[in-house]
């Protein structure tokens, strides 16, 4: 069954952003006719993909949007499906050009503006959440209640492990409805290295924001080099938080040992992963809120053999063997996190091994691509069956 899907997303694509590119780019391999309809088109060069239409999303100052704004804090739900549709046109006529067989909003906030158009244009809808948008959006009353359009209206709610299929039901998904279909990675592109003893060289990479924890990161770091340890962190990423974090670094002479790469692109990430000895990611939840879903980056460190210390943070412990866990601190203990480091620098040459092959292991078999897009293929593939059935009756 040859299936046409139409994705509507934010952007398309942004570097952080991996996943959506890689859903869509393996499930044209296997055989699904994808379209995307984004705000903008970013990285062209880096993440080719024909199918792209761009219908601007209007400026703040945009009368339509001011009053569509009006509405949400009124609370008056049953213009609001208008008031997307004409805030938001373009979208519709070219979903409507595409004529798909299923509509795919990525992250929540697309979601709700999907929900008007997939009831216009009669299509089957799947809104896939990331992180953000099942744990800090929920806190403003008015994205509580407009993701109960979702919750009436989506075929399938997908999510990215089983700690947000609990958020999604707690804000009043259908638990019949929720499907999980982990982020994932071609391990073709991620070749497999076994590591060895002293681990001395850790990798973090993550924008840098609250959720991602680098400060703890870098105060652990701190902690076992006060110690007497001979350690390196290389962060990669960019974000709001690159002032605060070099004059961290500098006002505690770290320079020598930590350094911030910036963004770099996805195939010298892949290098990086090479050359270190382990990863390093203490994710916490933000004061805004915000949380990680499972971070993409965990796939990769473990899928090139690297062992992790990371925290047990949000869907973090699903991405490790339980047998990894006692690498697991947890979320904001940096004490906790300078002894999870202190545990891996004393690992023999099979010790380590021992973590990494697990590691490995566990990729391979949760987190593979082709097995993930398989997954959300069926997904549409049921989301189709279900409309004509209800269509039909």
């Known amino acids: 069954m040859s299936i046409r899907v139409a994705h509507l997303c934010k952007d398309f694509s942004k570097r952080s952003e991996t996943f959506i590119y890689d859903y869509v780019t393996e499930l044209e391999r296997q055989g699904v006719d994808n379209h995307v309809v984004a705000n903008e088109r970013v990285n062209p060069d880096e993440r080719p993909f024909e199918n792209v239409t761009v219908v601007p999303w209007p400026a703040l100052w945009n009368p339509r949007r001011m009053g569509h704004r009006l509405l949400e804090e009124l609370g008056l739900d049953g213009a609001l499906d208008s008031s997307w549709r004409e805030l938001w046109p373009g979208a519709e006529e070219a979903i409507e050009r595409v004529a798909p067989d299923v509509l795919h909003s990525h992250f929540g906030r697309p979601g709700v503006k999907a929900v008007p158009i997939a009831r216009q244009l009669d299509l089957p809808l799947v809104v896939t959440f990331y992180g953000y948008d099942i744990s800090k959006l929920p806190r403003e009353r008015r994205w509580r209640e407009a993701y109960e359009s979702i919750w009436r209206t989506a075929q399938a709610v997908v999510v990215l492990s089983e700690e947000m299929e609990e958020a999604a039901v707690r804000l009043g998904a259908p638990s019949d409805a929720v499907q999980v279909v982990h982020l994932a990675r071609d391990l073709d592109d991620f070749p497999y290295r076994p590591p060895s003893a002293p681990v001395s060289e850790f990798i973090s990479v993550g924008r840098l924001t609250g959720k991602k924890g680098h400060f703890d990161a870098i105060r652990a770091v701190q902690k076992r080099i006060e110690a007497g340890d001979d350690l390196q962190l290389y962060i990669v990423g960019d974000g709001p938080q690159r002032d605060d974090l070099e004059?961290?670094?500098?006002?505690?002479?770290?320079?020598?040992?930590?350094?911030?790469?910036?963004?770099?692109?996805?195939?010298?990430?892949?290098?990086?992963?090479q050359k270190a000895d382990a990863f390093l990611l203490c994710s916490k939840t933000a004061a805004s809120g915000d949380r990680e879903g499972t971070p993409t980056v965990l796939i990769e460190a473990q899928a090139v053999g690297l062992p992790c210390v990371s925290t047990t943070h949000a869907g973090i412990p699903e991405m490790l063997p339980e047998s990894n866990h006692s690498l697991l601190a947890p979320e904001g203990e940096v004490d906790a996190i300078a002894e999870r480091l202190r545990r891996l620098r004393a690992c023999s040459d099979e010790e380590l091994r021992g973590v990494s092959a697990a590691g490995r292991e566990t990729i391979e078999t949760s987190f593979s691509l082709s097995s993930e897009a398989g997954a959300l293929r069926k997904i549409y593939e049921r989301a189709v069956h279900d409309q004509e059935h209800t269509t039909a009756s």
């Open 247 to 273: 004059q961290y670094i500098q006002a505690h002479n770290l320079q020598s040992s930590v350094e911030l790469l910036g963004s770099i692109p996805n195939a010298e990430v892949a290098r990086r992963l």
